[in-house]
Structures are given as structure tokens and as C-alpha cells.
């Protein structure tokens, strides 16, 4: 029966083993079908549309017609790709933008498909301005070898500036307030919004989102990355970044490719990533553990294809030490044909790199750039530029922003052009140049095969832009529980912060808001970040008259941080001097009439009086003063006015509440600035639902449930420690039986049969966050004899999606066992206990806890009243067990004894074989036996004491009662055996 159930168990396993590689056949069918087809229409292709094919560019303007500069590179230059860019006018301001934006680019389509419009009709609104009718476009026969246009965008979330459609989509959060969560199903959610919504549009090339772990923040540095990464931990950076893929792939209906960027890492370079080429000294094997890491995770380690990016972005980074010699630096990857083709030569990549996988610069115009092939910044080499990108083995170029600092568009068009017939001549009459580009557009174009089923048909490839407004904009609720599962309480504790919140009836509340703008495009308006009366407004109607009426208007005061340091560092202008009474008019709309040398009158108006002026009366009687916080940045005047308020105004700080709301990173306050607060949150973003969390927290109305996901140096929160594994908790085991994991108590036991493998498998295995540890945390099963006193490791296997699994083989003899798991400084589990006599019982126990908790040391973040608590345990977690639990494992006089015991039965065993050997050789000898036989004798005798040990070991019928017996029973057995050894060859032997 034993022998059936392992033979059923292997059937099964074949099965599965078969089933997934079915489903990998048919993917690698699929992809191997793509490949097919996009050598087949290479084939048809002329040179001149092969070498278009590579590029990606960017152009100015909203519009297009058959004499536009884009519409020439289309036609002309058959360029494979076009960048949308608010910088550059792609997109317009009006509330129908996004429909604006889907027939501009099914204009750009139909330019790549099927040659130049025939008529060119502007855009019609309807009466009431509201939507937008398409000008129907007559179809035309098709030119020679028509593909579609990559459409690409930044979409990273959070508003300006790495949003480039500010209007009519849903308002995103930035992957670090994604990453605060901790649940990739959020991050999952997000991606799905956004992929649906660029596809409506027609946006099919996502460049993003960043996979760059954020290991060590740079808070005042320009090249820290800040919120555009996911985090701090590799482990978890790829988690989101695979859940965020998904999501796209999925909203998308497969309709836009991903581009993760910055390849191979970004977060440790010291230099911003667009001004200067950082050097990062790390080697491979360093990169493998941490920044590409990530990658790793969406390529070749993905779990499926929805999760497996289709592209990679390659970041202007060099490093040092990359082949271990630390004084050897290499060239920036995207530009340095080794360091590239080494790192895609590795497991994770090369089978990605081989079905298909698009390798695309970043910008190639960037100052970056500039300063690494000319620093003097006097030639900008754009031919060789994009020839080494190219070599390096960047399949897309990306052409932006490409001509020196400074010049205009002009420029920038003529270096393209000039670049494009360039590459067309070299493709002529430079073999080796001719079979990169064959390369790169091979891979260029089954990707496009991929976005579209193989059919490039203008119906399939073409938007209905009538069906945007039914797409856009229907996601702000999965936002608005995004932004409540990110908010987190930096400091104080929970308890602190319940003797200070919530704002109280009738107290004075003053609010500093860090204000920046920006416009969506040239023509267009400046826009807020954050509106001075965001914050005002969100309380007013959460908790003002119309609502529960716990504020009035006239309690709140708003300011902008620039008011705030008018009034700390005593701007002249924003405190005019008392103007004389004679001169004071009755309004301040008012004019006054001033007499001129001539005796003539001109009217001048009054000044206007500046918010500033209000700030020290609010300042004198705020019960709360809130700041309102983004990035602090030395190029934004009075970004840093929190941290001169905090330094140089310590008479307000005592009096008042402080309440720093954090909607940017966590980490631009020091331990010293955040002692003086009363109630520091995280927001990580500043778009609207975010808003509304931030007030609800201030009035207790906010779960506080997330945690950064980067380190914060001013409460000694240490990203690496808070995800080992909870100490206080205790370990889940479960028995899977027939795959559902089980826990039978001691008195419904599961019945299983000696011999037999069960299955052992822990619960979710939490780090001090509550959050499951990261794939590859070891777990240690150990396995405790009770009758014999024996305790050792029986297996230590990793984690995946926090919990760990062993294939436990039972005893064939009788006994009585318990297993328990441990991992890092979790030493408590629960226990298996497995009683082994004829058939064998297994049943699960959880330990009892101590009437009272053991105090734990907890990761208080600073000396200060005011600084983070340790991780609160979930509901989920047990308390920690008292002592009487005594883990074997970490009890020295324990192991002592175990030692010992083992030492005994080992020396029972030798005794006893000796003796045997001994008892042979004796009896022989008094026979007078030749050597032969005395040689026989012995081996007989100790043939019989190993047969007789093993059995007892074997836990073998009949041997039950000798384990009563300890370690004499080794000794005892072995000198039975050899008695019966020595008894059969007595009875066999023959005297010659």
C-alpha cells in the first residue's frame, strides 16, 4: 500500500510538472508565432522602414496635418514611435483633453497605416462643449508594409510633474504611497485603472513604472528618487512591481506594453538622473541582491505573463567595480555594450531577452548625456550617441530633448532627421551595423504584434474616442481606500496620540501649505499641487456646518509656506511701511491721486496687502498649526520654511499643537525636527483622495494602518529590521491533507500510517509590520524525540508568500515526536505531535499563553516623547508563550543531554559489537579452529548485531519496549544480534 501511495503521488506530480509546461508551450507557441510573423513582414520591409522603425521621438503640438514636422517623420523617416509629453504641448488643457488626446493619436495612426490624411478637419465640440464628435476619416488602400505607431507616456501618478495628463483621468497615487500598504492587490488595482484608461486613449508604450529600490534615502540630495519607488526592500519593490504589471496588462486587455524602468537600478546613484551620470560602486553579485532584484521578479522569475514586463528601460548609470575589480568603472550601461549584454546574459534575463524582450534607452538628449560624450557642453554628438545606444544593445531610442541645453525645437527636429538618414546610409554599407538594426526591429515589431493580435488592421489598432468619457474617471473610490490603507502614524505612539486628537470645538486651527504650480501645457493656466485651501476646504466639508459641526470657518486660517517665511524672515514686501493717513483711501480697490512736477494728477492703485501680513495674529492664537508638506527642494524658495519655523520659532512650537502632514516621502524631517512635533503622518501623495485621509486622520477617522515602505533615519525606523520576523508571534502549522492544510486537535487526531510523508506546512509567517516575510526567509523544523530526549533539525526550508513547507518522512518504528518551527528571533509555534505505535497519531497543539505578556523590546525611533511606537501585533498573532514551552533548541543544558544521549547509544552499539567480535574469536579459538572459519565466526556473530540494532532503529514491530530502556537498549540489542549470529553459524558450521 505504501508503495501505491508514493507511485500515486508521483503520478500526480507528473501530471502537474505536465500541465505547467503545457502552459509554458503555448506561451512559447504564442511567442514563436509573433516571432514568425515579424520576420515575414522584416522581410517585406525596405531599409528605410527598418531603421525608423527604432526610433522613438518627440515633437510639439496637439495637432497634426500632412504638412506638420510629425507628420514628415511618419511619412517620411518612418519613425517607429512618438512620446505624449505635457512639456512639449502634446496634450491640451481643456476638461476634454483625454478624447482630444485619442483622436490625435488615431490621426497619428492612420498617418503610420495608411499615408497622409485626405482631410483635414479640426476638431468639432458639440453645443455644449462637453464632448467631442471624430471627424469621420476615409479609409485609403493601405502602403507597402504598414505598423502602428508606439504611443508612449509617463504615468507615474501623484499630479505634476511625472504625470503628463493632468485632466479627465483618474488621479493615481505614486508608487510609494502604493508601497505603504504592503498589498499587492492595491497595487494590482491601481495598475488596472491606468491601463485601462491610457489604452482608451490609444496609448499602447507605458514607460514605467520604476523598479528602483529606494535601499538608502538621500533626503537633500536632487538624485534622491523619492516617491517614485515602490520602496526600500527588493523583496517587496518586486512584488509591487509584479502586481502593478498585472493590473496594466489586465485594465489594458493587453493593448499597452510596460517598460520598467531605470535598468539596472537607479536608487543608490549619488547624481540626479537626468543632470549627471552617477557612479554607483557595487559589484554583480551586489546588484543581484538589490537592485536588480526587482527586475528579476518581472522577467524571468515572474509568476505568469500578465506579471512579466515587456520591456526594459536602461538608465544613463555607470558602475564601479561591476566585474569585481573596484577601480574599474564602466561606461553608462545604456551606452556600454559589455556591462548590457552581461547583465541580459543572466538566467533571470536571457530567456525574457530571447522571446521578445524590448530593451529601450532612456532620453538621449538629456544633460546627463551631454556631459558624458562632451564636458564642455560646446558639441552635442548626436550621431554618435545614437549609434552607441544602439550597439550597447538598446533596441528603441529614445530621441527627447535632443540637442545641446538650450536650443530650440528646430534643433532638435534637424538632429533626429539627421540621425534617421545617417543610420539609413551606415545600414548600406556597415554589415555588422545592418544586422543590429534587423535586430532591434525584429524585436520592435513583435512587440507590436503582441499589443495587437497579430492584426494591424486601422479598425483594430484605432480608439473610438465617443467611449472615452465611459472609461476615464471610475476609479476614485479603489483611490480613496488606497490613500486610507497608505496613511501612516510617523509619530507619536497610538496611545500619545489619542490623548491629543482629536481637534477639539472651538480651538484656533492654522494651516501652512508648501504651494507650487504648474501648467499642463504652455497656453494653459498655472494649477496648484496642493491648493492653500485644500486642506481648509476638505475639513469644512467633512466637519464643518453642513456636516457634524465640529469646526467653523472662522476657526481656520490658511497660508501658504511663502507667507509663513515672509513672516519669519521679515520681508520688506510683504510688511510695507504705514502709509501716511493723507494718503489712505476708503477701499483697497481704491485709487490714489498723486500730484506730478507739473501740477498733473496720475492714478496710481493702492498696494495690495499680502497674506503674510495676517500670520502673527493667527500664529498667537492657533491652539493647532498644521503644515502642509512636500518635498523641500533648494531651487522651490520656502520649501524649507517648516524647518526655519521649527528652529527659530521654539515660543510657538511650545504653545501649540504642531501637526506635520507628510504628503511627499517621510524622511526630509531630522530626529531634533521631529521631537518638536505633536503628530507627524505620512501621506506620501498629494492628489485629492489623500487630502481627504489626512483630515480624517485629524479627527480620528483614519485606520493608521499603513507603514513606510523606506527607511526614516529620524525615528531609527530600520526597513530591514521591521521586516524579520515578528518575535511575538507564534508560528501556524498545519497537516495538508490532500492538499487542504489541517490542524487536527489532540482529540480528533489525524490517523495516518507509519512510513507514510505528511506534509508540514506553517501559517503566514508576519514581520514586525504584521506584513508576511519576504520570499526566502529560512524556517528551521526541529524535531524532538520524547522518549529519548533527541533533538535535531530536521529540515530548514525558505518562505514563499510567507509561509514554509517540508515533506516530513515518519518513523517506521514506534516513538513519540514533536515538531516545532522557528525563524530568526520567532522561536514559539505551534507543536505537531506525532505518537507512532501500529498506526501513527499526528495532532496540533497551540501552547498556552502566560496569564501576562512578556515586555518586548520594542524599535522605539527615538529618545524623544514623541517618537514611533513598535509595530502594533495583529489580532491574527498569539501572545508570546511563557517559558514553561522550554524550545529545546535554545537551551544549552538541553543539547548537553541530547549530545549525551546520542554519545551513549553510539558507545552501547560499539560495546556491543566488540563484545560479539570478541565472544567469535574466543569460541573458535578454543576449538582450534583455522582462520577461515574464525574469520567467519566473527563476521556472522556481527552480521546478526546489525541486523538486530537496525530493526530496533527501524522501530520495527516487537521493539516498543525497549525504548523504556534508553540508550542501554542499543547495547542490549547489538549483544542479542551477535548471540544469534554466533548460535546460526554454530549450527551451519562444518568442520573441515
Wanted: hydrophobic share 40%; net charge negative.
Amino acid at each position: 500500500m505504501n508503495r501505491l501511495y508514493r507511485a500515486f503521488l508521483l503520478t500526480l506530480l507528473l501530471f502537474g510538472l505536465l500541465l505547467i509546461n503545457s502552459s509554458k508551450d503555448a506561451i512559447a507557441q504564442d511567442e514563436q508565432d509573433y516571432l514568425n510573423e515579424a520576420r515575414s513582414l522584416l522581410a517585406q520591409m525596405t531599409p528605410e522602414e527598418r531603421v525608423g522603425q527604432l526610433f522613438l521621438v518627440t515633437f510639439i503640438g496637439d495637432t497634426v496635418t500632412n504638412d506638420s514636422d510629425i507628420a514628415d517623420l511618419i511619412l517620411n523617416y518612418n519613425i517607429g514611435g512618438i512620446s505624449i509629453l505635457s512639456k512639449n504641448d502634446n496634450i491640451g488643457g481643456s476638461n476634454n483633453a483625454p478624447v482630444q488626446l485619442a483622436e490625435f493619436i488615431n490621426d497619428l495612426q492612420f498617418l503610420s497605416l495608411n499615408g497622409p490624411l485626405l482631410e483635414e478637419e479640426g476638431i468639432e465640440e458639440t453645443e455644449s462643449g462637453d464632448q467631442i464628435i471624430p471627424s469621420p476619416t476615409p479609409a485609403i488602400e493601405s502602403s507597402g508594409n504598414p505598423v502602428p505607431l508606439f504611443i508612449a507616456t509617463v504615468h507615474e501618478g501623484d499630479g505634476p510633474p511625472y504625470t503628463q495628463i493632468l485632466h479627465g483621468l483618474t488621479e493615481l497615487p505614486n508608487p510609494m504611497a502604493i508601497g505603504a500598504t504592503w498589498q499587492p492587490e492595491q497595487s494590482k488595482t491601481i495598475g488596472e485603472i491606468a491601463g485601462k484608461e491610457l489604452s482608451s486613449l490609444g496609448v499602447n508604450l507605458l514607460l514605467g513604472p520604476s523598479l528602483d529600490v529606494l535601499e538608502s534615502p538621500q533626503p537633500f540630495s536632487p538624485s534622491d528618487l523619492g516617491t517614485r519607488s515602490f520602496g526600500g526592500d527588493p523583496f517587496w519593490v518586486g512584488i509591487m512591481g509584479q502586481s502593478y504589471t498585472a493590473g496594466i496588462h489586465e485594465g489594458s486587455e493587453g493593448r499597452v506594453a510596460v517598460i520598467a524602468k531605470h535598468f539596472p537600478g537607479y536608487g543608490s546613484s549619488d547624481r540626479p538622473i537626468n543632470e549627471e551620470v552617477g557612479t554607483v560602486r557595487k559589484s554583480l553579485e551586489q546588484l543581484k541582491q538589490i537592485e536588480l532584484a526587482p527586475f528579476f521578479s518581472v522577467t524571468g522569475d515572474a509568476n505568469d505573463p500578465l506579471s512579466t514586463v515587456d520591456g526594459l528601460l536602461t538608465a544613463h548609470v555607470r558602475y564601479q567595480g561591476f566585474q569585481g575589480n573596484i577601480r574599474a568603472t564602466t561606461a553608462p550601461v545604456s551606452f556600454d555594450p559589455q556591462a548590457l549584454t552581461t547583465l541580459l546574459e543572466l538566467p533571470q534575463f536571457a530567456e525574457w531577452r530571447q522571446n521578445g524582450g524590448l530593451i529601450v534607452s532612456d532620453e538621449l538628449g538629456v544633460r546627463a548625456v551631454q556631459r558624458f560624450f562632451d564636458g564642455t557642453g560646446q558639441e552635442f554628438p548626436h550621431r554618435q550617441v545614437a549609434k552607441d545606444a544602439l550597439l550597447a544593445g538598446n533596441d528603441l531610442l529614445y530621441l527627447s530633448q535632443f540637442a545641446l541645453t538650450g536650443r530650440n525645437y528646430n534643433s532638435q527636429l534637424a538632429n533626429m532627421k539627421d540621425t534617421i538618414i545617417w543610420f539609413q546610409e551606415k545600414y548600406e554599407t556597415d554589415q555588422t551595423f545592418q544586422q543590429r538594426i534587423d535586430e532591434a526591429a525584429l524585436t520592435i515589431i513583435q512587440q507590436k504584434l503582441k499589443l495587437y493580435d497579430g492584426n494591424f488592421e486601422p479598425e483594430n489598432v484605432f480608439v473610438d474616442p465617443l467611449k472615452v468619457p465611459e472609461v476615464i474617471n471610475q476609479g476614485q473610490s479603489s483611490v480613496f481606500d488606497l490613500a486610507q490603507d497608505a496613511i501612516t502614524l510617523i509619530a507619536p505612539s497610538q496611545a500619545d496620540l489619542d490623548d491629543q486628537l482629536p481637534i477639539g470645538v472651538n480651538e484656533r486651527i492654522v494651516i501652512f501649505t508648501d504651494l507650487r504650480e504648474s501648467r499642463q501645457c504652455s497656453a494653459c493656466e498655472e494649477e496648484p499641487w496642493l491648493d492653500v485651501q485644500a486642506l481648509e476646504s476638505r475639513m469644512l466639508a467633512l466637519y464643518g456646518p453642513q456636516a457634524s459641526a465640529q469646526v467653523q470657518p472662522d476657526q481656520i486660517s490658511s497660508f501658504s509656506f511663502k507667507h509663513l517665511n515672509d513672516f519669519l524672515l521679515a520681508r520688506p514686501e510683504a510688511f510695507p511701511s504705514p502709509t501716511p493717513f493723507s494718503e489712505l483711501t476708503p477701499s483697497a480697490g481704491s485709487f490714489i491721486a498723486t500730484p506730478t512736477p507739473e501740477g498733473l494728477q496720475t492714478v496710481e492703485p493702492t498696494p495690495t496687502i499680502s497674506p503674510s501680513i495676517f500670520v502673527p495674529a493667527a500664529l498667537e492664537t492657533a491652539n493647532w498649526i498644521i503644515f502642509a508638506m512636500l518635498r523641500p527642494d533648494a531651487n522651490v524658495p520656502d520649501s524649507d520654511a517648516i524647518n526655519i519655523f521649527l528652529k527659530e520659532r521654539p515660543d510657538i512650537v511650545r504653545n501649540a499643537n504642531i501637526v506635520v502632514l507628510a504628503f511627499n516621502a517621510p524622511y526630509f524631517l531630522d530626529t531634533t525636527e521631529i521631537s518638536s512635533l505633536s503628530t507627524y503622518y505620512g501621506l506620501y501623495s498629494k492628489i485629492d483622495p489623500f487630502v481627504d485621509a489626512a483630515v480624517r486622520a485629524l479627527f480620528q477617522e483614519s485606520p493608521l494602518s499603513g507603514r513606510s515602505p523606506v527607511n526614516i533615519e529620524g525615528i531609527r525606523y530600520d526597513l530591514f529590521e521591521v521586516t524579520k520576523p515578528d518575535p511575538e508571534q507564534v508560528i501556524e502549522l498545519f497537516i495538508v491533507d490532500d492538499g487542504v492544510p489541517k490542524s487536527p486537535p489532540s482529540q480528533a487526531p489525524l490517523e495516518v500510517r507509519p512510513g507514510a510523508t505528511l506534509r508540514l506546512q506553517t501559517g503566514v509567517i508576519v514581520d514586525r509590520n504584521g506584513n508576511p516575510v519576504p520570499d526566502g526567509t529560512p524556517v528551521q523544523f526541529i524535531q524532538q524525540d520524547r522518549i529519548q530526549g533527541f533533538v535535531n533539525v530536521i529540515g530548514e526550508q525558505p518562505t514563499l508568500n510567507g509561509i514554509a513547507n517540508l515533506d516530513y518522512l515518519l518513523e517506521a518504528r514506534s516513538g513519540n515526536f514533536r515538531i516545532t518551527a522557528t525563524t530568526g528571533e520567532a522561536r514559539a509555534s505551534q507543536e505537531i505531535d506525532i505518537v507512532i505505535g501500529e498506526n501513527a497519531v499526528v495532532s496540533v497543539n497551540t501552547p498556552t499563553p502566560a496569564p501576562t505578556q512578556i515586555p518586548t523590546t520594542t524599535l522605539t525611533p527615538s529618545p524623544t516623547t514623541t517618537t514611533t511606537p513598535s509595530p502594533q501585533p495583529t489580532s491574527t498573532l498569539t501572545p508570546r508563550p511563557t517559558a514553561t514551552l522550554e524550545p529545546e533548541t535554545l537551551n544549552p543544558e538541553k543539547e548537553d543531554t541530547t549530545v549525551f544521549g546520542e554519545v551513549q547509544m553510539l558507545l552501547g552499539f560499539g560495546l556491543g559489537l566488540l563484545a560479539t567480535g570478541g565472544a567469535g574469536y574466543a569460541i573458535s579459538r578454543t576449538e582450534h579452529n583455522n582462520l577461515p572459519v574464525i574469520v567467519r565466526c566473527i563476521l556472522w556473530g556481527i552480521l546478526g548485531a546489525l541486523i538486530a540494532y537496525n530493526y530496533f532503529m527501524l522501530g520495527l514491530p516487537g521493539t516498543t519496549w525497549l525504548e523504556s530502556l534508553g540508550s542501554w537498549a542499543a547495547l542490549l540489542i547489538t549483544l542479542f544480534g551477535g548471540v544469534v549470529g554466533l548460535l546460526l553459524h554454530r549450527l551451519s558450521n562444518r568442520p573441515y
